[in-house]
């Protein structure tokens, strides 16, 4: 069996707006990715996918929960070796990738930063070496490296965010919405060049988008994401094939597929929580089958599953 | 009856690093009724053109030649009276001409990010009212009944409460309607939508297409729909146009562009789109990016990124070819020509085409 190399227990992340409100962004997220695996993450804008990401990287400090990265209890206080070890072992890819590298260095440098950092060098001539070398295998050249991000198009930037990502060696990447932002000719070409690497490095991802084709074509493992809560999780066949939350139904229906005669005809089942009567809070976590997980109750249950 | 008509039309952007050849060349149809989509990467045009169409482009921007004609159905302003099938050429049209007379009224035009185009200190019902009152110095009340009629019509409930909303109260999905509703609160006869649906969730982008055509059904518009999602086009479109680099490379109706693609940029787009069959190991990509259109370019802008071009292709530019058996299916490659080598669409594409055609 493979190593597991993240799991997620029961993760909560509030954020306190004022004495009266809390927002629970995350709410008992349960989930493992292991070695060389991709777990795809989807939902709509505001479900938390982008929160879970971050508080796995400790962008933010989890409400309460665990988060346990290679054997080591990463969510509450950290001490040095932990920090390093999570700075180094996981790595962020950013969605914009003209927001997130900064303008006004060389992309020698940008990428060599986390080098620099942790001193996992011991000269110039090894950090440089280092850099060019992955500057290759995200498939650009040794002369981009002494050029700034404005120099690039949308798509070299991205994998420059890759590479700077990969340098590091790390045992799990998290891409949050790492290719919504490029266009169709170069989206294939990322999501090619991350499987690639996945490939050679057995890294694990935590891929989250909500561009559901991409994340079915990229993913081995995925979970539905809605209002904080894991509605569905399975393995992709098993999403797929046989989806019985009403959310995942309607999220599956909603896809516009690139054919015109099934496309006309179809019209997107709508699932809105307020009217649906469905309680997120009190549903349990019960097997379908294999690895298939739904969110619901006792009653819901069945009802879906008759359907 | 053909409602809007470009011709040649020519657009540069003067810049620092010398002038951009934006649009080169684009010949463009809209009938009454009809959707037509334009699809191709960012900087392919397809925004600029719709900008030229409402006369909003950049300040840098010049129209160099061709004409935008548009064909009157009647009209509405007291003063002129009804005119029917006069044609105006918006190139020629003064600025306040084409603000009196065309822009708002007749061409209306969604944008992709709802935030932004809504003014974040006025009540969403004082802006889906300003239109009215502004062009057709509609009274308040009237212009009120209107509003609420058309906040009904783009699915918004509870209409009167939402008058006295500010769009930062409103979802994202919700704010895209009220910029629907505010660009069809003049009646126009042609909506551009601009990447309506890039930033909304895909739930919500597929009840917005819906409405939209749902819309379009009742008041008999004519939309153009700019995209550069593939599942979009398909929902949505009647026809197609597919640009690459400033000019329209393939144009046909939504079943001869998705079922018989004869350009190979189209080809590698259909390609490069997983649906929810894909299981390749690896996506098909376009080699290569798009080209630099400040530099002069010599022959088919796609020949360096086509592993089927031809050695013409790189010394003249392909003329329009049309494709036999249809005329509507147009394209532009040299492939097409009656003495180029016969070159079959990629076996992983015929496979896949075959598997939609099944469906």
Redesign the interface.
């Given at each position: 069996m493979d190593k597991v190399i993240l799991e997620v227990k029961n993760l909560k992340q509030y954020f306190r707006i004022n004495r009266k409100f809390t927002v629970r962004a995350v709410d008992d997220v349960t989930f493992e990715i292991k070695k060389g695996q991709t777990f795809g993450l989807v939902g709509e804008s505001g479900s938390g996918k982008s929160t879970i990401g971050r508080s796995i990287i400790r962008l933010y400090n989890p409400t309460s929960g665990e988060v346990i990265f290679n054997g080591q209890n990463i969510s509450g206080q950290l001490d040095a070796e932990q920090n390093r070890l999570l700075r180094i072992k996981m790595q962020m890819i950013f969605q914009d990738p003209m927001a997130c590298l900064n303008p006004r260095k060389k992309v020698l440098d940008i990428i060599a930063e986390g080098l620099d950092i942790h001193k996992l060098y011991t000269n110039t001539n090894e950090r440089n070496e280092k850099v060019y070398n992955i500057l290759e295998k995200v498939g650009l050249s040794q002369e981009h490296a002494n050029r700034y991000p404005h120099q690039f198009s949308g798509g070299q930037r991205q994998r420059i965010g890759i590479a700077r990502a990969l340098i590091m060696e790390p045992d799990l990447i998290i891409a949050d919405e790492a290719i919504s932002a490029l266009d169709v000719s170069i989206q294939a070409q990322v999501v090619n060049l991350m499987k690639k690497i996945q490939e050679e490095t057995q890294t694990a991802f935590l891929f989250i988008a909500h561009d559901l084709s991409m994340v079915k074509y990229i993913s081995d493992v995925i979970g539905v994401l809605h209002l904080g809560h894991i509605v569905e999780m399975g393995t992709t066949e098993e999403i797929f094939a046989n989806p019985i939350h009403p959310y995942t139904k309607s999220l599956l229906t909603a896809i516009p597929t690139p054919n015109p005669k099934v496309e006309r005809e179809k019209i997107a089942q709508a699932f809105d929580y307020d009217t649906s009567g469905i309680d997120y809070n009190i549903g349990q976590k019960r097997l379908v089958d294999g690895t298939h997980f739904v969110l619901a109750t006792e009653n819901e249950y069945k009802k879906w599953v008759s359907l | 009856m053909k409602i809007l008509e470009i011709r040649d039309l020519h657009i540069s952007f003067k810049t620092d690093n010398g002038k951009v050849r934006a649009i080169r060349g684009v010949n463009l149809d809209l009938n009454k009724g009809e959707t037509i989509a334009i699809v191709g990467?960012?900087g392919s045009g397809k925004s600029v053109t719709t900008k030229a169409i409402m006369g909003i482009l950049a300040g840098n921007g010049v129209i160099e030649q061709g004409s935008i004609n548009y064909t009157w159905e009647d009209d509405y302003s007291e003063e002129v009276g009804k005119i029917e099938g006069k044609t105006v050429d918006i190139v020629q049209l003064t600025k306040e001409e084409l603000q009196r007379d065309i822009r708002g009224r007749k061409i209306a035009m969604v944008f992709q990010d709802p935030m932004t185009s809504l003014n974040p200190t006025m009540t969403i019902g004082m802006q889906v009212m300003e239109p009215m009152l502004y062009n057709y110095k509609m009274d308040k009340e009237h212009a009120y009944q209107k509003a609420l009629e058309l906040l009904e019509l783009v699915g918004i409930t509870n209409a009167k409460k939402r008058m006295k909303c500010y769009p930062h109260q409103l979802s994202?999905g919700m704010r895209q309607r009220i910029v629907i509703a505010i660009a069809l609160s003049c009646d126009p006869y042609v909506l551009i939508c601009d990447e309506p649906t890039t930033a909304l969730?895909?739930?919500?982008?597929?009840?917005i297409?819906?409405l939209i055509k749902d819309i379009q059904k009742k008041k008999d518009l004519s939309v153009i729909y700019i995209t550069?999602?593939?599942?979009?086009?398909?929902?949505v479109?009647d026809y197609v146009n597919v640009m690459y680099a400033g000019k329209i490379v393939e144009t046909g109706t939504?079943?001869e562009i998705?079922y018989d693609p004869q350009h190979p940029y189209t080809w590698?787009?259909?390609s490069?789109?997983?649906?929810?069959d894909?299981d390749d190991?690896?996506?098909?990509?376009?080699p290569g990016?798009?080209p630099n259109l400040a530099k002069e370019v010599q022959g088919d802008v796609f020949a360096p990124r086509n592993k089927f071009a031809l050695n013409i292709d790189y010394r003249l530019e392909p003329p329009m070819f049309d494709v036999e058996g249809s005329n509507t299916h147009k394209v532009a490659s040299w492939l097409m020509h009656p003495n180029a080598p016969k070159i079959e669409m990629p076996k992983e594409l015929k496979h896949k085409i075959a598997k939609?055609?099944d469906?």
């Open positions: - | 990467e960012s994202g969730d895909v739930t919500i982008q597929a009840k297409l819906e550069h999602d593939l599942g979009v086009v398909a929902k479109a939504i079943d998705f590698g787009l259909l490069a789109m997983p649906d929810l894909t190991s690896i996506l098909y990509t376009i990016s798009p939609m055609l469906n």
